[in-house]
Structures are given as structure tokens and as C-alpha cells.
């Protein structure tokens, strides 16, 4: 049983918009950032947003993050095939533990 | 170009112990703490352990916690994980990554391909 909690599936159709959430609590998400790995299969994962809605270089602005309270979200807007993965929301607990959702398989209809 | 490149994996009896490599180039790795994270077939990702940049600072999941060491020799720019004690719940592909920060963990921003561990009798 996963730390923070991920719906396990989303789905979209080119072009719509979805959102993935990640819940936590007071000492994981309530006080330390939240970072959103994407797994393609069968490759190792890739961080898509750092410190709650922060991009690195090289990922498409499609992909925005957002963070209030305890809970966490991931938007991918204008949905690709190409997105179709599994979507990890990570942070960390008051005791410097890394904690991880329990994943979300995003299918691109 | 960043590269890390995990070995050590296989198949492995109940009980025995196994230690994991992970080599890095392509950084200078002593200035980066790095990670050790798992995935179990057909499972999610778990976080196992963190070393600081000078492996002064570790931490580690409540899970392997007194079984598994998480250690590094920056020397020859390579991560360990010696693990013993494994359980059939030990099996999983593991990662090693990079964090962005010396000190503490923040993010990992790169990983390597894996190595899966198989505890079988």
C-alpha cells in the first residue's frame, strides 16, 4: 500500500485535457514538494514536474503541476498517443523518507 | 551525456545476500547524492534508500531498513546497495538515480536502466 494515493487508471482522447491527483498528508505532501515521474513501458521512469509545477527543460508545457494542502495534481492538456504511460507523484516524509503514489496508467483512447 | 548503469542483479536464494553497482559518468559524481528506487514486476515505484554526495547522510524505506546498506565509493564514481536477508518480496528491478541536490533529497532528474533482482528458492 502506497504512501500517497493515485487513482490507478485515467484515460482521454487526443487532445482533451486530464487530470491525475495524488493525496497525501500533513507530513509528507503538507510540508515538503511534490515531483511527477512519467514511466514509459519498459524504460526507467523521467521526472516531468519538480517542486510542485516546475518544468524541466525538454518537457512540453502540456504538462503543468499544482499543489494545495495535501493533495497533488498532474494536468496533461492537448493529450498525444505519446503519453500514453504510468504517471508517479513522489514526495517527501518529515523523517527525509521517500514516499511514492501508487502509480497512474494514463490510456490515450 | 549522463550515464548510469546498474549490475549485480540475478537470481538469488531466500536469505543470501547480493550487492548491487550502479557506475556513473558523463558528471562529476561526487558532487550529487544519489538514490536507490525499485519496482517490483507489474508493480509501482518504491523508494529504497538516499546517500549524500559524501555518504555521510543515508536514509532509508522502513522496509529495508537493517538489511540493506546503501553505500558509495566516489573514487571509482560508484553507488552500492548491499542487501541481505532477502525475502521473495525483495524481488524487483532496481534503479539507481541522481538527485539534484549534494545534500538532500529533492528530485532525481536521472536513472539508469535497472537491474532485476529475483529472490527464488
Known amino acids: 500500500q502506497s504512501v500517497l494515493t493515485q487513482p490507478p487508471s485515467a484515460s482521454g482522447t487526443p487532445g482533451q485535457r486530464v487530470t491525475i491527483s495524488c493525496s497525501g498528508s500533513?507530513?509528507?505532501?503538507?510540508?515538503?514538494?511534490v515531483n511527477w515521474y512519467q514511466q514509459l513501458p519498459g524504460t526507467a521512469p523521467k521526472v516531468l514536474i519538480y517542486?510542485?509545477?516546475q518544468r524541466p527543460s525538454g518537457v512540453p508545457d502540456r504538462f503543468s503541476g499544482s499543489k494545495s494542502g495535501t493533495s497533488a495534481s498532474l494536468a496533461i492538456s492537448g493529450l498525444q498517443s505519446e503519453d500514453e504511460a504510468d504517471y508517479y507523484c513522489a514526495s517527501w516524509d518529515d523523517n527525509l523518507i521517500g514516499v511514492f503514489g501508487g502509480g497512474t496508467k494514463l490510456t490515450v483512447l | 551525456q549522463v550515464q548510469l548503469v546498474e549490475s549485480g542483479g540475478g537470481v538469488v536464494q531466500p536469505g543470501r545476500p547480493l550487492r548491487l553497482s550502479c557506475a556513473a559518468s558523463?558528471?562529476?559524481?561526487?558532487?550529487?547524492?544519489m538514490h536507490w528506487v525499485r519496482q517490483a514486476p507489474g508493480e509501482g515505484l518504491e523508494w529504497v534508500a538516499v546517500i549524500s554526495f559524501d555518504g555521510s547522510i543515508k536514509y532509508y524505506a522502513d522496509s529495508v531498513k537493517g538489511r540493506f546498506t546503501v553505500s558509495r565509493d566516489n573514487s571509482r564514481s560508484t553507488l552500492y546497495l548491499q542487501t541481505n536477508s532477502l525475502t521473495v518480496e525483495d524481488t524487483a528491478v532496481y534503479f539507481c538515480?541522481?538527485?539534484?541536490?549534494?545534500?538532500?533529497?529533492?528530485?532525481?532528474?536521472?536513472w539508469g536502466q535497472g537491474t532485476l533482482v529475483t529472490v527464488s528458492s
Open positions: 558523463g558528471f562529476i559524481f561526487r558532487n550529487y547524492a
Open positions: 538515480a541522481r538527485d539534484v541536490k549534494r545534500d538532500y533529497a529533492d528530485y532525481a532528474d536521472y
Open positions: 517542486s510542485n509545477n
Open positions: 500533513s507530513s509528507n505532501i503538507g510540508s515538503n514538494t
